[in-house]
């Protein structure tokens, strides 16, 4: 069972429409982090939040942390077709784990 | 730098083999990590070595055992394959814990007949 819980599990747009991506859990998290995952690589990290209610923009990606630091989101505005790939989000268990929802595959067509 | 090597990238193995995958990282991290990724699944944990000298049963650890050889190697084992291992396994690395970020290897992708 996973603590993190990602919706929806496939998203497919037109370039130029946003898309917003979930991360939801019943437990606590000190911090989480999103990374993107392109096909036959390793995932990559996009960012870290780590107080209730943050939010942190990267270029034309926002994202958030629920207020009591159990839920995030991804909002993406005007997708591109190099925004395409699988979105993880991973909260901190203990000094040194991460646990990872299964991940959002994301298609933006031309 | 290199970041975090893994190898092979690609092995397929007969039930019942062995083998070891091979990991190792040029930025002086002290945290190791295993996972295997498979369809839906998302990324999870096998192993981890928060430190040279220490290795911890992760989510999955059942048929796997690990080796921290040394601070830049940490080594993941299959004793006896089973089609069930069948994945992607991919090696990360972070500096501590906490909030630092993890780097991941390419991984290898792993299939047993």
């Known amino acids: 069972t996973q603590l993190l819980e990602q919706s929806p599990q496939f998203l497919s747009i037109q370039e130029g429409e946003n898309l917003t991506v979930y991360c939801n859990s019943s437990s606590v998290f000190s911090s989480l982090q999103w990374y993107r995952q392109e096909p036959g690589e390793g995932p990559v990290l996009l960012v870290t939040v780590v107080t209730g209610g943050e939010v942190k923009k990267l270029k034309r990606l926002t994202f958030q942390f629920g207020d009591a630091r159990k839920d995030s989101s991804l909002h993406i505005t005007a997708a591109q077709p190099g925004d395409t790939g699988l979105y993880l989000c991973a909260g901190a268990v203990g000094d040194y784990k991460l646990s990872f929802g299964a991940g959002t595959t994301v298609t933006v067509r031309a | ?113």
């Open chain 2, 1 to 113: 730098n290199a970041g975090v090597t893994q190898t092979p990238k690609f092995q397929v193995l007969k039930t019942g083999q062995s083998m070891t995958l091979q990991c190792a990282q040029d930025m002086n991290h002290n945290s190791m990590y295993w996972y295997r990724q498979d369809p839906g699944m998302g990324l999870r944990l096998i192993y981890y070595s928060a430190s040279e000298g220490t290795t911890d049963k992760g989510e999955v650890p059942n048929g796997y055992n690990v080796s921290r050889l040394n601070k830049r190697e940490f080594s993941l084992r299959l004793e006896s394959a089973a089609p069930s291992q069948t994945s992607v396994y991919f090696c990360a690395s972070r500096l501590a814990g906490g909030r630092d970020e993890q780097f991941f290897g390419p991984g290898t992708r792993l299939t047993v007949l």
